[in-house]
């Protein structure tokens, strides 16, 4: 499976992705997947970085050529509520957003 078609997975199943970021084990909560300068992104929420839990939730962006070693966790999150799929950096660019229950 690509990469693009497991985080579009992850998504709609709300669940975690784990992966190889710089070099370091991160276990992210993606929310959306979109464009920026024909390169593919996700923006995430890090549940765990080199298995330790960050010390504030906020969203990253994480350029998808960038994780390497992607897989979907067994494990799944909750939408965060300060996602905001209608920012005006997801304008004409979203290919698939996280749906809030």
Do not use: W
Request: charge should be neutral; proline fraction near 5%; glycine fraction near 4%.
């Amino acid at each position: 499976m690509s990469q693009n078609a497991l985080v579009l997975q992850a998504i709609a199943l709300k669940q975690c992705v784990e992966a190889t970021y710089n070099r370091v084990k991160v276990r992210l909560a993606p929310h959306i997947l979109y464009t920026r300068h024909d390169e593919l992104y996700v923006d995430a929420v890090t549940i765990e970085r080199d298995g330790q839990p960050p010390k504030e939730i906020k969203i990253g962006t994480f350029k998808l050529a960038g994780l390497q070693d992607l897989a979907v966790a067994n494990r799944a999150f909750v939408p965060q509520t300060i996602f905001d799929p209608g920012s005006e950096k997801y304008q004409g660019v979203t290919l698939f957003a996280v749906e809030r229950s």
